[in-house]
């Protein structure tokens, strides 16, 4: 009897486990990239003929982003060539060749990362398909390694190109030719490989190829070329720091920036001189300004009534004359504004800046008051054409009324201003970190030092002239710094770019690796070996 009821229990169980719904897992996530069967004609065919190649894979598989990710070298006009199929999903490549290829080539596809399975997207990374129009595929490799001469952060997709130094090459080569071998560093990468080449000397460039027409264009890209040509075959890593070149000179187009204001467009230095000719009657007067944020020099006048102008701008032993047609347009008419509304911080200097030009300012009609309204004593000094810096001892937790009087600043049109009131104040010491900084190593003074935000931003900059044991930042906004020196080494009070022409380099940079965490009311120290 009880071996029956067993039995019957058993039983019953086994038909609640049968009677149980579940539901099912699909099995694990695919995460296998595509897998290459075969093509036609096969990998490294040599002697190639073909007009055509299908390259065939174990499942589905789709292209994506293949204008960013294909590789060719050398490289090919996207006229010579179609790939296919695309937007759709397919077991192969197709690619259809509508181009005569170069006689004994070793020609590379690198497909990058742009051949995924169609289902979960696993990319088949860096999938290339080699043949040869000769009668071997080429063998030697070059490798590299890219950064950037200013930011600790390098660029992505670097075209790094080979040229053949022949008895026909020239340092232009690179404004006017395709390269001979090519690649790119896509989206993630700093180094490069370089593979299926043939012995030889060659001109090692990369270039931030903005247009991707694979050649350099001086004013968008950037650039940096290995100083002597390269021998092949080469073990060594070669590295490559991208810079980019301090636009030459050259005039720009005028126009009428205002009722008494003409605007001049340049490109590189704003160092030129702006000659008004002809006679000009006693009451003429002008004066040039330069605009911070565009490339453009304003020549403000007035005291004169005409329809034209003649002009004649000088830079170096270069000459243009403009005879300007006056056109209509709104008057200037004078803004003051106090750059620091609201908060002052311990480390700022008071600025005022105007829209037009400054002609003078009356300190008897500028009042500064403390929290108390005790008179702050100031000094007033130009620092250009619109700005003018207000110094005082700032004190930390204080309450400060500015204020400035019609006829406290003047511009270049004899007008005033409204009265003009502006309540600042100040944060506690407590609010504020500090920073001191040791260096080791300086190649040479003078020096910056920077300290740089998350985004490679300047926060704040200390130019030094000679060694000191310590670097002191005081009066830091609580955040993260990046802490970079640039060397200044022909002492000309800014850091110099290179230029390819030239066959200069940029001056050296140092990046401090850590990212420095600056908190309120903290007092850091930390040291800086440069090598």
């Known amino acids: 009897m009880l071996k029956r009821i067993f039995v019957l229990l058993f039983i019953c169980a086994l038909f609640v486990q049968c009677a149980r719904r579940g539901s099912p897992t699909g099995g694990p996530k695919d995460e296998t990239p595509p897998v ?4 036609d004609p096969p990998q490294k065919t040599v002697n190639f003929k073909d007009d055509e190649i299908r390259i065939y894979f174990d499942e589905y598989i789709k292209l994506e982003k293949l204008r960013d990710q294909l590789v060719i070298s050398p490289p090919l006009d996207q006229s010579a060539y179609i790939i296919s199929p695309q937007g759709i999903a397919a077991k192969y490549i197709n690619v259809t060749l509508m181009d005569t290829l170069a006689p004994n080539t ?19 990374s860096f999938f290339s398909y080699v043949f040869s129009t000769g009668t071997a595929i080429d063998s ?13 952060k390098s660029e992505n997709f670097v075209s790094v190109m080979l040229y053949p130094v022949d008895s026909t090459f020239t340092d232009s080569v690179i404004f006017k030719n395709k390269p001979l071998y090519y690649t790119n560093t896509l989206d993630s990468l700093i180094e490069f490989t370089i593979p299926n080449l043939k012995e030889g000397r060659f001109l090692l460039a990369a270039i931030k190829d903005v247009s991707k027409n694979y050649m350099f264009d001086p004013s968008i890209d950037k650039i940096d070329v290995i100083s002597e040509p390269i021998t092949l075959p080469n073990d060594s890593l070669f590295c490559l720091s991208l810079f980019k070149e301090e636009p030459g000179f050259a005039f720009g187009r005028a126009y009428q920036a205002g009722k008494q204001r003409v605007g001049f467009g340049y490109n590189g230095s704003p160092d030129f001189d702006i000659i008004l000719e002809g006679e000009l009657p006693d009451s003429f007067a002008s004066v040039v300004s330069r605009d911070r944020e565009t490339d453009t020099m304003y020549y403000w006048y007035r005291g004169i009534d005409t329809d034209s102008l003649k002009f004649t701008l000088k830079y170096d032993t270069l000459t243009k004359s403009y005879v300007y047609r006056i056109r209509k347009a709104e008057p200037d008419s004078l803004k003051v504004t106090v750059v620091q509304n609201g908060t002052l911080h311990l480390a700022d200097t008071l600025k005022i800046k105007t829209n037009t030009p400054l002609k003078g300012f009356d300190v008897d009609a500028i009042s500064l008051r403390d929290k108390d309204s005790v008179s702050v004593p100031f000094k007033l000094v130009q620092n250009n054409k619109h700005e003018l810096q207000m110094l005082f001892d700032v004190f930390p937790s204080e309450n400060y009324q500015l204020q400035l009087l019609p006829g406290a600043i003047t511009d270049f049109f004899d007008v005033t201003h409204d009265t003009l009131a502006v309540k600042l104040k100040t944060k506690s010491r407590v609010d504020y970190g500090n920073l001191s900084l040791r260096l080791g190593n300086v190649p040479s003074f003078p020096i910056f030092i920077d300290l740089l935000d998350e985004k490679e931003e300047i926060k704040r900059s200390m130019y030094v002239t000679e060694e000191k044991s310590l ?9 993260k710094y990046y802490i970079r020196v640039r060397i200044d080494e022909n002492a000309n009070g800014k850091w110099d770019t290179g230029h390819y022409l030239k066959k200069q380099k940029p001056e050296a940079v140092y990046h401090f690796p850590p990212l420095i965490d600056v908190r309120a009311n903290w007092e850091l120290q930390e040291q800086f070996m440069l090598e």
């Open 471 to 479: 670097f002191r930042f005081a009066y830091l906004s609580p955040q």
């Open 106 to 124: 070793t020609y590379t596809f690198n497909f990058g990362d742009s051949v995924v399975d169609n289902n979960e997207g696993n990319p088949l």
């Open 140 to 152: 030697l490799t070059l490798r590299g390694r890219i950064s950037d001469a200013l930011s600790r």
């Open 36 to 39: 290459l069967l075969r093509a």
